[in-house]
């Protein structure tokens, strides 16, 4: 069973610079709540299958690229108990600007699914602002041309 939430807006600047900052993944730290930032497990390059590691609630945790179109589409995907949470970013022109989009989905198994709603309630309530907060980080990170 699945359930989730999705937003999208706009942000002022090129698809290639949105792109750039939201998969430098540094700087998640600046834009996802309660996340350090992730890291690379591995030296390899960034791209499907690639693990990251991040802390949060003072554990340390992985997550997973389970999708990878470049400069387009990446999800990051997290499993803990019988619980896995999937956020897919969209990246796509809009005129002169950039539409960033975030799909949200938490599915759960076993005796996590009476829980579901309640996990669903606290993703949204605490990752439905990443996008604001992201180009919020956007407007204080350099542009490069």
């Keep these: 069973m699945a359930d989730g939430f999705s937003v999208s807006l706009i942000i002022d600047r090129s698809p290639a610079d949105v792109w750039s900052f939201l998969t430098d993944f540094a700087n998640a730290g600046e834009w996802m709540s309660g996340v350090d930032g992730l890291r690379p497990t591995d030296n390899k390059e960034i791209g499907l299958g690639t693990r990251l590691q991040f802390t ?5 945790r992985e997550s997973e690229i389970t999708e990878w179109k470049p400069k387009k589409r990446v999800a990051l995907t997290s499993a803990y108990g019988g619980v896995t949470a999937t956020y897919t970013y969209s990246v796509e022109p809009d005129d002169d ?9 938490c599915t759960a198994t076993g005796a996590w699914k009476l829980l579901r709603p309640g996990l669903v309630w606290a993703m949204k309530r ?10 919020t980080a956007m407007g204080h ?5």
Excluded: F, K, P, Y
Excluded at 56 to 60: E, G, K, L, M, N
Excluded at 141 to 145: F, K, L, M, N, V
């Design 126 to 135: 605490s990752d439905s602002g990443q996008l604001n907060d992201l180009r």
């Design 56 to 60: 949060s609630r003072d554990a340390v």
């Design 97 to 105: 600007e950039t539409r960033i989009s975030l799909v949200a989905v």
């Design 141 to 145: 990170a350099s542009a490069e041309d």
